[in-house]
């Protein structure tokens, strides 16, 4: 902001040189009469401007340029240190970013690809899980991956917050329950409980701690993304996650060491027109061991075997399902009005059946088999003759 008012106060400036250097070239005579009117009108509009910005603002006054810096400003101008047209050359040019050779970055673009694939699935799932769960639309969007030095990340936290210290394993990787951490915006979860508990979710800035009620609602809130964070590494490594603890003093957090780099994955949500950000932590010690499993190469080598295991787990979780499975016995047909009048001790006539018919049973409503009636273990049962060739028509 102080940025963007400091151009905008060249440009004043340099628009009333312009004019009034005109009208000196057109006055030689007056020329010093038009210095001194050049010098007023300067602080005049400095004044105005900085008036205006100060309405603007409202109390954000740190935004906007003192007295004394308008006079270091005005006194620049003067003896020339300042050149308006390098300045605006300078804004419009290219910016370039100094690299700093004794701390290197230790992410490489293909990690922040590989990062940014798998938590963008995270953030797709996790976001249907907590609409389901809160009975609110909830978008989840990720929109940065950066790298720090996990000091730097400790200092900007508050001293209270609310933090989820997750455990993670990958046996293929020879990791074991390595930490992660994630950090959740306060406003956030305060209006994730609200809604839990039969709020609005428009809730206020609440500035005290979390008490222990607060902090098993939002356990239960940690705990529904590990499947999901478990099936976003799915595609490339078979990774587990377990929560813990919850952390809510940022400044006994033990993690990692402070000189340790960092990958931060930031994920915006918005429930119900409340915004905030989570931060997901992992340490680049863990890349060492888990990127040089995702190489292109090796992934493509490994396609088949993946693809195998994961339809078999898919195969697990279906035998895993319940089916309801219906003997038809008979039927017939009846008219509406028929149906209509029927009472209590009503007796309805089937369609006759031979003794050597086989009776149909039904998967979920659809035809699958054929079998004799009969009874095993005193219980009516059924034995399977045929199998339909015409399943689920």
Known sequence: MQKKNTICIYYVLAKNIYVYLFAILRSLQLYYINIVVIVFCFIRDLQLYNKKCRLKSGDNMANVLSQQQIDELLGNLRSGELDIDQIEQERTSQKVKEYDFRSPRKVTKDQIKYLTNI???????FGMKLTSVLRQNCQ????????EEYKEFNNALEDSVLVGMMGMTCDRAK????????????????AVMDLLLGG?????????DYTDIELSIMKYIFNLMTPHLNNAWANYLEVEHILNSIETNSRIIEFVPPDVTIAIIVLEIEIQGVKGNMNICIPTTLFEKLFPLLDSRNYNKKGDDK???????????????TLNITGVLGSTEIEVQDLLGLQNGDIIILNERKA???????????PWFEGTVGIENKNYAIKINNIKSDIGG
């Open 119 to 125: 938590f963008d699935n995270f953030a797709r799932f």
């Open 175 to 190: 990791i074991e329950d390595e930490q992660v951490l994630i950090e959740i915006a306060r406003p956030l979860s305060f």
């Open 356 to 366: 050597s018919d086989f009776v149909e049973v039904l998967i979920e409503g659809n």
């Open 307 to 321: 693809q195998e295991l994961r339809r078999e787990y898919i195969l697990n979780s279906l035998k895993r399902s």
């Open 200 to 208: 609005n979710g428009n809730v206020l800035n609440i500035e005290r």
């Open 140 to 147: 989840i969007e990720i929109t940065h991956v950066e790298e």
